[in-house]
């Protein structure tokens, strides 16, 4: 009796310290949905910042460099900076980076 109440009191604080670790570069849940919020609605002038902030927590995330791209070439502001995330996204399979790609470089070229 005394080992299955040591083993149960064992395992729950092993799994207690198993979910209690966090992530080495967290991201703060709450810019994530602000961000998201942003984007979704088209406000992407004002994600900007947002994404910048949840970039420098996790800059290996490739799905807040595509979303953060996005909002750099829609809202106009230095869209040539939107292309090594869009090169990133592109090559972890996200075919509308192309799209995206596609759009800046045609914006820089005086086509008429």
Same mark, same amino acid.
């Given at each position: ?24 570069? $967290?991201?703060?849940? #709450? *810019? +994530? ?7 979704? &609605?088209?406000?992407? !002038?004002?994600?900007? $910042?947002?994404?910048? #902030? *949840? +970039? ?7 799905? &807040?460099?595509?979303? !953060? ?15 090594p995330y869009l090169k990133t996204s592109y090559k972890s399979g996200n075919v509308q980076a192309?799209?995206y790609l596609a759009k800046v470089y045609y914006g820089y070229m005086q086509l008429d």
């Amino acid at each position: 009796m005394r080992r299955i109440v040591f083993l149960s009191i064992f395992l729950i604080g092993c799994l207690s310290l198993a979910y209690s670790q966090t992530p080495s570069k $967290p991201t703060d849940q #709450s *810019l +994530l949905n602000q961000a998201y919020q942003k984007f979704k &609605i088209g406000d992407f !002038y004002d994600a900007i $910042p947002d994404f910048e #902030s *949840l +970039l420098r927590e996790n800059p290996e995330d490739v799905d &807040i460099q595509f979303k !953060y791209s996005i909002c750099l070439v829609e809202a106009g502001k230095n869209p040539q900076r939107a292309i090594p995330y869009l090169k990133t996204s592109y090559k972890s399979g996200n075919v509308q980076a192309a799209f995206y790609l596609a759009k800046v470089y045609y914006g820089y070229m005086q086509l008429d």
